[in-house]
């Protein structure tokens, strides 16, 4: 059975970072491209990041390109998000799932809220 367990965020002030990690299992993890996504109050879940499975490719929406990097760690089954220079907009609930830049897999994870406030 396919599980994603999301983890790491927190609340933290402008300009902080975090690195939120996602465990999976239940499927051969270093053969799958894997994705982060974002949630926030009212707004539909988007695409934040995706990486290759090899992590050779990376993916990023343009609203965090240059301020988040997305990297796994294969021996470990993790996939995990540095956020750096975090805006208040950032503020979401924080899910991973298979595939480079849509989900592939119908079930998420309790995913991981990520909360930037001053």
């Known amino acids: 059975q396919v599980q994603f367990v999301e983890s790491g965020g927190g609340l933290v002030q402008p300009g902080g970072s975090l690195r939120p990690s996602c465990a999976a299992s239940?499927?051969?993890?270093?053969?799958?491209?894997m994705s982060w996504y974002r949630q926030a109050p009212g707004k539909e879940r988007e695409l934040v990041a995706g990486?290759?499975?090899?992590?050779?490719?990376?993916n990023y929406a343009d609203s965090v390109q240059g301020r988040f990097t997305i990297s796994r760690d294969n021996a470990k089954n993790t996939v995990y998000l540095q956020m750096n220079s975090l805006k208040p907009e950032d503020t979401a609930v924080y899910y991973c799932?298979?595939?480079?830049?849509?989900?592939?897999?119908?079930?998420w994870g309790q995913g991981t809220q990520v909360t930037v406030s001053s």
């Open positions: 799932n298979i595939g480079f830049r849509s989900p592939l897999y119908d079930s």
């Open positions: 239940g499927f051969n993890f270093s053969t799958r491209f």
């Open positions: 990486i290759s499975n090899v992590g050779d490719r990376t």
